[in-house]
């Protein structure tokens, strides 16, 4: 009968729980503003960033890029991107390192005070450098991350993860957690 009782406890204080949770995300739901393209202009935007990164293959000392990024705002909270640059991954120990161009397309959504974003990234790293353009083959790039932003910095943190890279036993797969620092522009 003990068990019972707790058990009947237990849920219940979960039950209650979760009609609290509704009840205060709810709430939050219906006090956000509404944002329009009334009251927000639309338009393109330019940036500049620098990314040091750390590979997450042992083969791979770390990572340093440079891209460019054309965003198209929608409104204050939805945005696509368009990236490329240049990155390079060192290897040492006297064995050439593997630069590539990565070419991607996304979107951004803010979800917090119109700064703090959720960003999602698809396309190719294409390999460029040190005769890796012949032995390793263009590769799928996927790329999360999340950052913030206001009207000209944008500083985030993202995984990059390359299907056709090689890795230090032999195989292909690997990725690279990297920081953005940048400086952007509406045009």
Known sequence: MKKKNQTIMKTSIIKRFLVAA?????????????VS??????GWRLGFGISPGVVT??????ALGADIRAQYDFNQ???????????????GDDVPDLGFIPVKGGF?????ENQFYALAEAGAAIPVTNDYGDTVDTSLLLSP????????FDLSLRYEHYTEFPTEDGGT???????RFAYGFRL
């Open 22 to 34: 509704v009840l205060v995300l709810g709430t939050g739901a219906f006090a956000q503003e509404t």
């Open 37 to 42: 393209a009334e009251n927000y202009d639309q």
């Open 57 to 62: 293959d042992d083969a791979y000392d770390f």
């Open 77 to 91: 909270r939805v945005s696509v991107t368009l990236t490329t640059g240049f990155t390079n991954l060192f290897i």
């Open 108 to 112: 951004k959504v803010f979800w917090w």
């Open 145 to 152: 991350g999340i950052g913030w932003a206001n009207e000209y």
């Open 173 to 179: 797969g690997m990725g690279q957690v990297a920081l």
